[in-house]
């Protein structure tokens, strides 16, 4: 069975996507597309070496007045 991720991204003042994949700490990767973004994730995730994930349990937004 195929390991899934959550992968959280945002874009930077120069346009580059950046990917964080919470339940692995440290595991993060930017690209200049989503598309190079995904393939360097896969690449990142490939690499990390790490024998207890954490487990993701979601996001959530928060307003400051």
């Given at each position: 069975m195929?390991?899934?991720?959550?992968?959280?991204?945002?874009?930077?003042?120069?346009?580059?996507?950046?990917?964080?994949i919470?339940?692995?700490?440290?595991?993060?990767?930017?690209?200049?597309?989503?598309?190079?973004?995904n393939?360097?994730m896969?690449?990142?995730?490939?690499l990390?070496?790490?024998?207890?994930?954490?487990?993701?349990?979601?996001?959530q937004?928060?307003?400051?007045?």
């Open positions: 195929a390991q899934e991720f959550f992968m959280t991204i945002t874009r930077d003042e120069e346009g580059y996507f950046t990917g964080n919470p339940s692995l700490p440290g595991c993060h990767t930017q690209g200049r597309t989503i598309e190079e973004l393939a360097n896969k690449e990142a995730i490939a990390y070496d790490d024998d207890t994930p954490v487990e993701f349990i979601g996001l937004k928060i307003a400051l007045p």
